[in-house]
């Protein structure tokens, strides 16, 4: 994967996460819990990873999970500086997904990111919390990319 151009290289993936996050929950708050965190990584204790495997932990899934208008969209987050690959399970689950219709995307750059999402959103007519005030984050030629697709 390329190095992020509009996100510092120096962010880690949680940091890239929590920054969309928190750019989601505050620019929707009629979307919140639309778009959530699938917390599959960490250093967890023998019995607690027994219990969370026997309860449906599963290696390789996304980061994310964005529920829109009856549809699914599995969002895997990576460093910006580019440096790390999905892991064989992370590939292995994308073309499961991929093979049952559903969107699954790979980012590494926040703004990027950012204009998915309302690309998603926008494409659906559905209002904005405040009428095209989230797409003055963006450049004109950005702006453009998101309203021509309605």
Request: proline share 5%; charged share 25%; hydrophobic share 40%.
């Amino acid at each position: 994967m390329k190095p992020a151009i509009n996100t510092p290289l120096k962010w880690s993936e949680d940091k890239l996460q929590a920054s969309f996050f928190t750019w989601f929950h505050n620019t929707f708050p009629h979307l919140r819990g639309l778009l959530f965190a699938v917390p599959n990584g960490g250093l967890r204790g023998g019995l607690e990873g027994k219990v969370l495997k026997a309860t449906g932990l599963w290696s390789g899934v996304a980061d994310m999970i964005f529920l829109w208008k009856g549809k699914s969209y599995f969002l895997e987050l990576k460093r910006p500086d580019g440096k790390n690959d999905q892991s064989p399970e992370q590939v292995a689950w994308e073309i499961l997904v991929k093979h049952h219709g559903f969107e699954y995307t790979l980012y590494n750059d926040l703004k990027e990111l950012k204009l998915y999402i309302l690309n998603i959103i926008v494409d659906s007519d559905v209002m904005l919390n405040t009428p095209n005030k989230q797409l003055d984050i963006f450049k004109d030629g950005d702006k453009k990319k998101v309203i021509n697709r309605r």
